[in-house]
């Protein structure tokens, strides 16, 4: 189109017309036949910012106006309205905007035309907010470079108190939350409460490059922590890390942490707090008070905005809330322990050297391996005095050792024998404590595995006839020797001494008697 409002602008300033038609790339007689009806028309420069090109040709050529521009006005209302609408877009309504006009035998305007319209319009009725915000579409997140700041009520010694907050973009309802620290506990629970809070779920979740939630964010890689990452894949949503020193990617975090800021934080500057719960307390009766408030330049507030506009939009919630997770790896040592930090739990021995990664939530202990699990345990409140071991972890010498007991082998030595029976029972009473029998008991059997019941029973019988103190060394020795074998009966005291005829007598070791 003509430039029609450079050619009059030009024109006041006593440019030739073979200038002006140089600058606005039309022909001169283009130029003189612009300045002449417009000096007819009674139009002179300077005009109003709001008289467009447009409005100056229909006035120039009242007569050409629907013979040249036959074209039919889009519904800007309507297509603002759509775009608000999730996967709608300007491409969308053009191919919807020329279905209609072919339909109605009419000329639509070319895509580009189109959009510059559209915005055009946008731009003078202000109503751009729902352009790139869509209902249901992005929540964004952060803390708050400020704390609130409450005392202990027994030594009175001061902390701080961390400020979350969360965005839905499209209606500005937003969601604060006070936290004793900003750990990724806490951060992973501030995250569900907003969720519940909201009562859905948006497509997309916008943080910032905090090391709780992305251990990595550059130009080629992002890598989240993989505790933020179970998040999102349990609530199906997609974190989209903010770019590094790029605040405009959440401004409106930025906005709401800054409104956040003054509505919330410095309104609580003159209260004194004594806990984190009424800190969290106050926090969530301002944050009320912020979402009712009305809008400055619209209708309605925050929370109408959303019930109106986005919350039809949101994902459904889960049937039960995320439980926050931390993970981190270990190498399993010779004991087949891994650690909570408290308590100590078991994994299957065969892992021992292995690393694992490991899963601790409040109420549980996971274990995995190249990513199955391999353990589970539940995860007491308490520091436990023994660690918390599952038989089926252990090996099977470990499990028979765990399941010793006094009774077990005594009732065990009897099937045996009287004097095995015999000497289990002098095993467990030596020590001050039957446990201290126990791996005597627990070799024995490991003999009797070996040699049989009946060498068993014999090695034990004559062990008994010699001392009335038998081991464990003398008992494996003479069964690894076959000395239970050998039928050796102990001299009765009415048998004949033996005369041995290289015994020397009595007098023999008298003094000086050999030698006398």
Partial sequence: MVNYREILRLNSLKYTQRQIAASVHSSRNTVSDVIKLASEAGIDWPLNDSYTNEMLYASLYPNRLEAVNPRKEPDYSYIHKEL????????????????????????????????????????????????????????????????????????????????????????????????????????????????????????????????????KNTRYDTVLNRSYEELAGYYDTAIIPARVRHPKDKSLAEGTVKLATTWIIAALRNRLFFSIEEVKSAVAEKLEELNHSQFKKREGCRFTAYSDEEQAFMKPLPLTPFEPAVWSTAMVPLDYLISDGKNKYSVPFD???????????????????????????????????????????????????????????TSWAKDIGSHTAK????????????????????????????????????????????TSQPSIRIISTMLKNGQDKVNTDVPSAESKPVNHGITRGEAYFRKGGARS
């Fill in 351 to 409: 892992l021992m050297g292995e690393q694992v990664d490991i899963r601790i939530t409040k109420a549980t202990v996971e274990v995995y391996y190249h990513g199955a699990r391999v353990a589970s345990h539940p995860r007491p409140a308490v520091i436990l005095r023994d660690p918390v071991v599952q038989p089926q972890h252990m090996p099977t010498e470990h499990r028979k050792y765990l399941s010793y007991n006094s009774d077990d082998f």
């Fill in 423 to 466: 000497v289990v029972t002098y095993f467990l009473s030596a020590g001050r404590e039957p446990e201290q029998g126990y791996k005597s008991c627990a070799s024995l059997i490991r003999l009797n595995d070996k040699y049989g019941h009946n060498r068993l029973e014999n090695a034990c019988k004559k062990v008994l006839e010699y």
């Fill in 84 to 215: 608000a609408k999730p996967g709608v877009n300007l491409t969308l309504l053009w191919s919807e905007y020329c279905s209609e006009c072919n339909n109605n035998a009419q000329t639509p305007y070319m895509y580009s035309q189109f959009c510059d319209k559209y915005r055009y319009w946008a731009r003078l009725t202000k109503a751009t907010m729902r352009i790139n915000h869509k209902p249901g579409d992005v929540m964004q997140v952060d803390w708050a470079g400020t704390t609130i700041k409450y005392h202990d009520s027994v030594t009175g010694q001061e902390y701080d108190a961390y400020v979350f907050a969360a965005v839905l973009p499209c209606s500005c309802y937003a969601y604060v939350e006070a936290c004793d620290d900003m750990k990724i506990t806490n951060w992973l629970l501030c995250h569900v409460h907003a969720y519940s809070y909201f009562g859905g779920v948006p497509r997309l979740l916008i943080p910032d490059n905090l090391k709780a939630g992305v251990v």
